[in-house]
């Protein structure tokens, strides 16, 4: 049954007239007529009984007014729930944050997303640039904030803070008595480093390198131990300025020299942005901008 035929009929049937009708729904009579006709052949049944002031219902016409105004009721009342449902984020959702935002942003969004959104399925891995790339192209996670993401065809990313990079020690390494840390003083102290090497650490080996220097580096572990050993007194840690105030740890901190990384949102191009993923992102830039302006996230600079 047409349901655009279903609309005509109760258009008549509300009017009394086709040719009343016609002309509120902006079309010919005729062609008002045959969508008449092609619901009475359909129905087997006749609806409408020409009379000198226009049409009245038949029997027939009048169920059909009773239980057409209901069907398009609940039609229309589908066709609402189904826009409101792809606007409203639902489902599932998996991101991935850098490590050295866990404390200070990723906690707090997650915070303010699971009180927003309760209903959607959120899962949050917190590793290396590096890995987190790997995990979005192989469609493991469907957003990542990643340091800049250069020509890259598969992803699109929008940059969002410049973080300037950081050495962290534990209280009473003197960092603190320092203004800034060039690259060649950093290579004279014990670091914990990663171990798989991250842009901003191969970046640094390179700039060494060409000075003929390497860092000293005494441990590699994961992520998630970096500050810990550090905190213990086992080394220092280069890290962007985003991990700064920790509530866990009571460590010095000096930024070094003309270093910094960018952050950018990042997804997959072939991947367009559900409404759980925007509600997320739009989130993940309130605390990002907040934390910024609010003076709680050192070297700092907002993109957008």
Not at 101 to 118: C, H, L, M
Not at 128 to 137: H, R, W
Request: with cysteine.
């Amino acid at each position: 049954m047409n349901i655009l035929s279903l609309r005509y009929f109760l258009k008549i049937a509300e009017q009394g007239s086709i040719t009343q009708a016609a002309f509120e729904l902006h079309i010919t009579q005729p062609a008002l007529t045959r969508h008449v006709a092609h619901l009475e052949h359909e129905l087997g049944v006749k609806l409408l009984m020409r009379h000198g002031r226009g049409v009245r219902l038949t029997e027939a016409g009048r169920l059909l007014d009773a239980r057409a105004r209901a069907i398009l009721a609940d039609i229309d009342a589908l066709s609402d729930e189904l826009v409101a449902r792809q606007n409203e984020p639902q489902g599932s959702l998996s991101v991935g944050l850098p490590y050295s935002w866990s404390e200070g942003i990723t906690a707090p969004v997650v915070k303010q997303f699971n009180d927003r959104y309760p209903d959607v399925r959120l899962t949050v891995i917190a590793d290396s640039s590096e890995m987190l790339e790997g995990m979005l192209k192989a469609q493991d996670i469907d957003f990542a904030v990643l340091t800049t993401v250069e020509d890259d065809a598969e992803i699109e990313s929008r940059p969002v803070v410049r973080d300037r990079m950081y050495l962290l020690g534990p209280k009473g390494s003197g960092l603190a008595e320092l203004d800034d840390i060039s690259l060649a003083d950093l290579a004279d102290r014990p670091t914990i480093r990663q171990y798989n090497a991250t842009v901003a650490a191969k970046r640094n080996d390179q700039r060494l390198a060409r000075v003929g220097r390497s860092q000293n580096v005494l441990i590699k572990t994961s992520s998630s131990m970096m500050l810990e050993l550090a905190d213990l007194g086992l080394g220092f840690v280069a890290m962007a300025g985003c991990a700064m105030g920790s509530r866990r740890y009571d460590m010095e901190a000096v930024p070094i020299a003309d270093r910094a990384v960018t952050w950018t949102m990042s997804r997959l191009r072939t991947r367009p942005p559900t409404a759980a993923m925007k509600a997320f992102e739009a989130i993940l830039a309130e605390v990002v901008r907040a934390r910024v302006v609010g003076g709680e996230w050192p070297g700092a600079v907002l993109l957008d």
